[in-house]
């Protein structure tokens, strides 16, 4: 591999334009491709085979006209003023019967109409009106919760409005045909389009969570590439150095993501699978070109080569390493595949996409980039300061810590242990979930309008619950005096606050309620109720002789959180046996893979603790621009384990590879410890300080889900590269010393060499300059220095 590396590096660099113009070409492809197919993306992360998706289909197939997704929008009046004057009510009534004109939009009155022989009369508005009446007045005689009823005009209910008796504030609820991860994109701004003439009459219109559009990717992640910016600079010390990882990072990016999106048609693609990739892509194409030219610079500057033969080397050395290290990326991520869930095997491989892209780019174009820069890579104030000494300052701070390190190495293992392992105390109390408006900023309508439910109605109007009820023998049949002792007890339940039957099927086997809890739909209470009402051996499914079904969007969002936490674990699994096999071929030892699974563990439960305080709990969010914790997004533990392990193991080669070279080169016990960790520790930290600025541009992102994963990235990196590979991998190899690279001698034999370091190149090079290589061979000629 190193020695195709390496001739593939000379040829870019010999001839920079066929490369160049090769990948301007494949971008132009993309982009065409782009043009022609446009943009598929969609919210909609359903999880086939939970209760509630089951349900779903089935009402898909049976009842579609109740099996679309629920929205509502909150109408609310200034201070000591009501809603129900006359020119209120007429502008809220015909923006109502406004937005049932939509498509995609169901109007009850029509379906009511249509549904003849195949819902019964107690689909009708009135029907739900009287339900939605009686539980409110039972509600408020009882002080449960503040009373409500329907919107009337001339005696007459405005459909699917209820307003406060106070008058302060109407509650328009109303139903689409699909769910509102499958909208088109324009409906839900054409819904508030709607119902914006309202404000004309001095009346505030609140769209819920439901209807808000989800934020674009913001200008906020060009601060994390300004600072990479800046690190690059420092680290290369030089303005052309610092920029090709840049130019490459985008031009891999723009590629993987682009082609994401050129695709998005053939296959089902979430918004988020983008960002993610982005983020992804982002990170690791500034890296590993980093370590490219970080190596070319030192074996020019440290051992006087040609910018030539030094890039030509450079790919063929950590050219290697980087192949190696963007695999375990990619086989991390493709580990996800295995859990069979549908949009995060489409995350995963659209970012195991943007990881391999980058790592061709790095190989190919970036060589390709350095042949046009030449010797300009290195300027001629570099090369003077490097004249006489190492490029390594061996009283540099680097040398100091690690020295500190090594001497302390005991000390050092149990702080780190100590410090990861109460950080990683929170994970105890993490909860999952999807975020809602109950999480959103105080200054959003989807906030706005949840608090507004929640003061007027009660918080359960947020997450509406749909219930099918079907007879639990295959030849009974849902009877109307079933139907009707279901729905009052129901409406006894503690934890229910109205209960309005929808209808029943044309052979009478399947009834529809709607019912709406007291609980928020994160609450734990909420998703008690929803197990409950799914067992069939409670007390109501037995003396009614039916089996509920529950759906609805909090009902799918409950059982996408189970199912992810059910998976989580498994995934782990994966990621450790992985870890040990790829690290036991890489390096060739039994105690480097244990110790490097064990580190990342560490700094994988540390990463959920500390987000699991600062996004659950809510510590210091003001600093990251929230205002309420809640629940962590489901799958987020999962995607970000994976990516961190990927990124880890990136570390792991390059800093534990050098420690292996010094040994390999003589150096023996702590000394080799020491010696690999001078020649690494720099471009690793570099490395990790870009990757945490990139991931942390993304903290400050509006989405909370960006936000999160953003976050946890960035807080995973930096504790894995700065408390487990800068301190605790050192501090342990140094405690093992030579033992640490043991090997049974089968296990030694049975293996293959995969030269990560390219050290076979290198000795094959040296061979090659020697006299007696001279004569036997050309077929690598020396260059001129």
Not at 24 to 34: M, Q, R, S, T
Not at 126 to 134: C, I, L, P, V
Request: aromatic share 8%; glycine share 10%; with cysteine.
């Amino acid at each position: 591999m190193s020695t195709f590396l390496y001739r593939m590096g000379k040829a870019a660099y010999s001839k920079p334009w066929y490369f160049i113009v090769s990948w301007i070409a494949i971008l132009g492809i993309v982009l065409a491709i782009l043009g022609v197919n446009g943009i598929h993306v969609t919210s909609d992360m359903k999880i086939e085979g939970t209760e509630s998706q089951k349900v779903l289909d089935q009402l898909s197939a049976e009842l579609p006209e109740a099996s679309g997704g629920q929205a509502s929008i909150v109408f609310t009046a200034p201070n000591g003023e009501r809603l129900d004057t006359a020119e209120r009510l007429s502008s809220i009534s015909e923006a109502v019967n406004k937005v049932y004109t939509l498509e995609y939009v169901i109007n009850p009155i029509e379906l009511a109409a249509q549904a003849g022989a195949s819902m019964t009369d107690a689909a009708a508005q009135g029907g739900q009106a009287e339900q939605a009446d009686a539980a409110a007045s039972q509600q408020a005689a009882s002080g449960e919760l503040p009373p409500y009823g329907p919107m009337m005009i001339d005696g007459v209910p405005v459909p699917g409005v209820m307003i406060a008796s106070d008058g302060s504030v109407a509650l328009f609820q109303f139903q689409f045909t699909v769910q509102q991860m499958s909208l088109p994109e324009e409906v839900p701004d054409m819904v508030i389009d709607a119902v914006s003439p309202v404000e004309q009459a001095g009346v505030t219109v609140l769209p819920s969570d439901s209807l808000s559009t989800k934020p674009a990717i913001g200008s906020t992640e060009a601060i994390g590439i300004a600072v990479a910016a800046v690190v690059l600079f420092m680290t290369l010390g030089s303005v052309v150095a610092a920029g090709l990882p840049l130019l490459t990072a985008l031009m891999g990016v723009g590629i993987s993501v682009g082609g994401a999106f050129a695709f998005s048609n053939v296959f089902h693609m979430t918004d988020l699978t983008p960002v993610l990739a982005l983020m992804v892509g982002l990170a690791v194409g500034i890296d590993y070109s980093l370590f490219i030219v970080n190596r070319q610079r030192r074996m020019i500057l440290e051992q006087g080569l040609s910018a030539r033969e030094a890039a030509s080397r450079a790919v063929g050395t950590a050219g290697s390493a980087v192949f190696f290290a963007g695999l375990t990326v990619i086989i991390a991520l493709c580990g996800m595949l295995v859990i069979g869930i549908g949009f995060l095997s489409a995350m995963a491989l659209v970012a195991a996409v943007a990881v391999l892209a980058n790592v061709l780019v790095a190989l190919t174009l970036l060589p390709a980039l350095l042949g046009l820069v030449g010797e300009r890579i290195c300027s001629a104030k570099a090369r003077a300061k490097v004249s006489t000494q190492a490029n390594t300052n061996p009283n540099g701070f680097a040398h100091r810590w690690v020295t500190a390190v090594v001497k302390g190495r005991w000390a050092i293992v149990v702080a780190v242990i100590v410090i990861l392992g109460a950080a990683a105390i929170p994970v105890a109390k993490m909860e999952m979930g999807i975020p809602s408006g109950a999480t959103a900023n105080l200054d959003t309508t989807a906030r706005q309008s949840y608090d507004a439910i929640s003061n007027g109605f009660g918080e359960g109007f947020n997450g509406p619950l749909l219930l099918v009820a079907e007879p639990q023998g295959s030849s009974g049949a849902i009877t109307m005096e079933t139907l009707g002792g279901l729905v009052q007890e129901l409406q006894q339940h503690d934890n229910v606050s109205v209960v309005t039957p929808m209808g029943v099927n044309k052979t009478g086997d399947m009834a529809i309620i709607s019912l709406i809890p007291k609980t928020g739909p994160t609450d734990k209470e909420t998703k008690d109720l929803v197990q409950e009402l799914r067992d069939i051996d409670s007390s109501m499914a037995q003396s009614h002789d039916v089996k509920i079904g529950v759906t609805g969007f909090t009902a799918i969002n409950i059982d996408m959180s189970s199912k992810l936490a059910e998976v989580f674990p498994l995934y782990v699994g994966i990621i450790v046996i992985l870890s040990i096999i790829i690290l036991l071929l890489v390096f060739r030892s039994i105690i480097v893979p244990v110790k490097a699974t064990v580190g990342f563990l560490l700094s994988v439960l540390a990463t959920f603790g500390i987000t699991t305080a600062v996004f659950q709990w809510g510590w210091v969010h003001d600093l990251f621009g929230f205002d309420t914790g809640g629940p962590l997004l489901s799958f987020m533990p999962i995607m970000v384990t994976g990516i961190l392990y990927g990124l880890a193991m990136d570390y792991q080669v390059f800093l534990v590879s050098s420690m292996r070279e010094s040994y390999v080169h003589g150096h023996h016990g702590k000394e080799s410890v020491i010696h690999g960790y001078d020649q690494a520790a720099r471009v690793v930290v570099a490395a990790a300080v870009i990757m945490v600025s990139v991931f942390a541009g993304f903290i400050f992102a509006h989405d909370i889900m960006i936000k999160q994963i953003g976050f946890a990235l960035a807080i995973g990196i930096l504790i894995d590269a700065f408390f487990v590979r800068m301190a605790l991998v050192p501090a342990v190899m140094a405690i093992f010393g030579d033992k640490a690279w043991w090997l049974p001698k089968w296990l030694d034999k049975s293996l293959p060499n995969l030269d990560v370091e390219g050290d076979k190149l290198l000795a094959q090079l040296k061979e090659q300059e020697s006299p007696a290589g001279k004569k036997k061979t050309k077929a690598i000629p020396r260059q001129a220095h």
